[in-house]
Each structure stands twice: as C-alpha cells, then as structure tokens.
C-alpha cells in the first residue's frame, strides 16, 4: 500500500488539570426524547448461549445483595491470560471472547478498576457496529453493570451506535473491532471511553489488565435479556435499561457543526456527482439519514448501506484494498466527482475525487488548511492541530492511537487531528469521525464553487490537494504492513533497531542520507504529564526524511510489523510523481537498515 502525504503545522501546548471523572452521568446528550422509530435494522436472529457461567461447578452462584428490586448473583471466576488492551480497545478473535467468562471477566475487571462513585448510579452508554457476537456481548455487559449499581444504561437500537456518536454521548462501551472482519471466523473487540467521549488512557487499562489477573468473581444482575429491538425504557428494580435512535442526536451534534445549506447546494447541483459506500457496517445507519434525507443525495449514492454482522463477507477498512469497489466507481470513466467509505465502527473515512486518491495525511492537512472559511464550527480559526507520530509531517508529537488527542482538546489546544490509518477528526468529539471527514470535504467544495454557474468547469478534490501541495509542499508518504508475523522474529527485530537508534549519532551516513537522529518515541502528554515509553523506532535524517518502525495494537493475531516512509518535496515539478519512486531509495534503506528479510523471513509486505 502506499499513502502520500502532506502536513502543514502543529501544535502548541502547555499543562491543564486532567480530566477527572470516568463514567458520566445525566448529563448525557442522549436520551428522554422519544421519537418514532424505523423498523429494525436487517439482523439475523440467534439464540443467545450462556456465556458466563461458574467456573467450578460446585459453586452454585451465591446472591450477595437485593438492593432496590434486583437480585445480584456473584460468579467465581479465575483469571484469563493475554486480556491486554492494545492500541483502541481489546481485540480478539470471536472464539476466544466466547470462552467462558472471557468477555464477563474483563468487563467485571473494569468495574473493579475504577472508582465506585464513577459508575455507581450513573449512566453509561453501550453501542457497536453491528458485528456478530455483539448482541450476546450486549446482554452479558448490561447485566454486568447492572450488578456492579450502574444505575442506567443507554443503548443503541439493536446494539448500533457508532464510535463517534458513543463519543457524542460522552463515553461508555464500544462493541467493535474497527475496521477488523467480522463473523464466526473473524474479529470481536471491545472499548472503553470514559467520560469526556475520549478512549480510556493507559493508566485505567492497564488498571483493567491488572485485574483481569487476579478476578475471582463476577457480579451479574438476575435480569431477562432486554428486547434491543424497539426504542424505549425496561426498568429493572431501580436500574433501567434505555434503547435510544442511534441516529438523531449524532446528526444533530453535526449539524451544528457544518453549514447544511452549503453542502445541500453541492449535492443538488445536476454538474455534481457523489457516492459513499457504507461497507455494510455502521455508517450504514447512518448514511441515508445524512447523505440523503438531510443532504438531498440521491437513495442510490449509498452503496452497501445495509449493516450486517459479517460487513458482508467484506473487510471493512477504508482504503484503496479494501474499498477497491468505491476506488472501481471513482476511477472509471465518467466517474463521480466524490466518494468516500468509512470502516466498521464509523471512525475511519477514505476520500476519493474523480481519478484522485487523497492520502490521510493530505486530507487532514487540507481540512485544517481550509476550516475556517468552510466550516462554522471553526469560523473563529483553529485552536491547534496535531497527528500521530508516524503520520507525515514536520511535528512528532502524539503516539499512535486516537487517546492521546483527548485530553489536548480538553485542554482547548486541538481543534483538527489526524492519523496516516485514515483516521480525521475535530473537537467535536473525542473519536476520529469518519462522516464528519466527508462533511468537512463536501464543506469545502462546496465553498470552493459556490459561485460557479452552471457549466462552469468545478473546483475538484484533485485540484484543492494540488493547489496544497503547490503551497505547502508535498510530503511523500508509505506505510508498508507485515502481518501475522511470528512475534519472536517481529520483537528481535525491534529490540534490534532499539539498539542501533541509540548507538547512532548525529551526522552518522546512511546511503546518501546523513542522520539527525534516531530514538525511540516516548511521549509526555503536555496537559497530564503522562509519560509512555516505546512508541516507535525513529530515524530522522537532515532532509527532513523518517522511517519508522512499529508493531500494530490492533492485529488478533501473531505480531503485524509496520514501517513508515516519509520525505518531504519542496518542488512542485516533482509533486506529480508516484510514491513508490519517489520513496524507493528510502524504502530500500528501510528495508536493509532493519534487517527486516531476515528477522521476518517476509520478502514483502502483506498482499491484500
Ligand atoms: C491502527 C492505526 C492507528 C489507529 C488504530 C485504531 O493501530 O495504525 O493509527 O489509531 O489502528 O483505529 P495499530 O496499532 O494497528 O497501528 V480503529 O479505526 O481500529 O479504532
Ligand atoms: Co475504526
């Protein structure tokens, strides 16, 4: 795969309180406004197995308590190796989160892990992307909190909220393996965003980690599963379980962030053409909602807009692989003017013009370079942009993984941020937001050609990202992926590059690259002072260039080797040319300077 890229600027920060609370409470967005609702979400039905049960059948579950209507049953349990949250959340194959007690323990391992005050009769909100195993996962983590005093629990019709709407309601229980397949065969994951929508930091799960070695008992509420299927309030004693429109709040929150009638007028000119393929995963939900009941697209600009518990045998993940069908659309002749996918759980998002591809790296660029005049939300300029680390740009500052954007737009120093995994997001919330990404592009074509009559040649995506480069400069960016690698030859590998980055030293020659310097990224958030250490091996050389190293938190198997490719082209006469020859000589040092052949025994990077 290869992504190129540009980044324009990057952010400033200084120290803030960090965030307190953990779990929020009414003050929630979600909730008492009752609307009708649409029939059902097209699901399968299954029975749902037992999935918590004793784990020594001589210990009949004991009732420890009965407060206020409910009966609670403690569960000895024993603890579970390998339950170690990675990047977003814990990721796994759905067999092995249908072991026994295997999802039970870390949900009760959570509750163990915070503050009683934070949960106990608060509010907490449960939403997923559809995938299979998430409507047992859903009854088994009501229960859960039922029995620790959760007093409240939103959910989701049919168990459906996407990322960014669980971050618009302040936090709670994600069932998602992002843009991991679904199904019998595939993924199952689970996250956890604490109050400010944000995902949990380190310190709560490895807190959770902690726990899930030492849990001995699991405590469940003697509750009947609740019917998902139909909007409204199931009491249970002084605990209630409320089924809200996954849909409405989320669209009005964006609302009030973009200019509708601005983008309508693009949707609805004749001369403008636009597509968005759901991937069968959840922005299914939402994309007529949005695209054509609010926006004026036409029903069939949305392709694949059915949720479905296996994506539809598809992959749901946004880029040129995975969405070859979109790129297909895109790329034939007489093609639309715009497309865009988005991945399992909706925070992903992949643009696409006419013939034109723009990377993750560009997009967030050229939404940061153009939010103040296109979008309302940022009529007052933006307050600080950031990427990950391994994301192109001038700036290293934040690691790998959405979590660590939170606290900085807490703090007010972050408007825009992105990540080179088609990650695009704002302050808005406190999850990358895929349909937030597409409105943003819509927002500024729309700006771009609101004045342009009818046959008059438009302004395209291709030539906003090219009029960027020809300011900015272009950076050019890859990411080559190893996967499933054996994760002893994966971690020697890595240990070994540790080893060379810190005997390197500045001036150091490398080919025809002369060496700045070369670390392992540790990161202190500037608003906590948390520190996390080995986020990636870095090699930075005078001209700007990077290649960096890193394993992925967010495979369900083996170790997934990633290496990053960075340069940077002042010259605009060059910006036309391919990646992959414009980075050759970068990648091939990558590849020799690593060793990467024969620690992996991999020849290339995985095929998809
Ligand atoms: C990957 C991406 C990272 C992203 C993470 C979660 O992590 O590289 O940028 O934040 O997925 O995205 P890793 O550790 O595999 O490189 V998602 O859409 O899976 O919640
Ligand atoms: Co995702």
Redesign the pocket.
Known sequence: MAFSSSMINSFILSSFKPQQSILSFPSISYGDSFKPRKPLLPFRIRSVPTLIRATSSSSFPATIAEPEGIKINSIPSKPIKGQKT????LRKKVKVFMQENYLANWIQALFNSLPPEDYKNGVLVLGGDGRYFNREAAQIIIKIAAGNGVGKILVGQEGILS?PAVSAANGGFIM?????PGGPEYDWGI?FNYSSGQPAPESITDKIYGNTLSISEIKIADIPDVDLSKTGVTKFGSFSVEVIDPVSDYLELLESVFDFQLIRSLISRPDFRFTFDAMHAVTGAYAKPMFVDKLGASPDSIANGIPLEDFGHGHPDPNLTYAKDLVNILYAENGPDFGAAS???G??NMILGRRFFVTPSDSVAVIAANAREAIPYFKDGVKGLAR?M?TSGALDRVP???KFFGNLMDAGKLSVCG???F?TGSDHIRE?DGIWAVLAWLSIIAHRNKDKKAGEKLISVADVVKEHWATYGRNFFSRYDYEECESEGANKMVAYLRETASKSKTGDKYGSYVLQFADDFTYTDPVDGSVVSKQGVRFVFSDGSRIIY?L????SAGA?V?VYIEQFEPDASKHDLDAQVALKPLIDLALSLSKLKDFTGREKPTEY
């Open positions: 990675g990047t977003s959340g990322t998602s393996a992002s843009h991991n996250k991945d399992g759980d925070d992903r990950s391994p790998t993984g959405w990540e080179e995994s990650g990358k890193r992925s938190g967010t495979g997934t990633r």
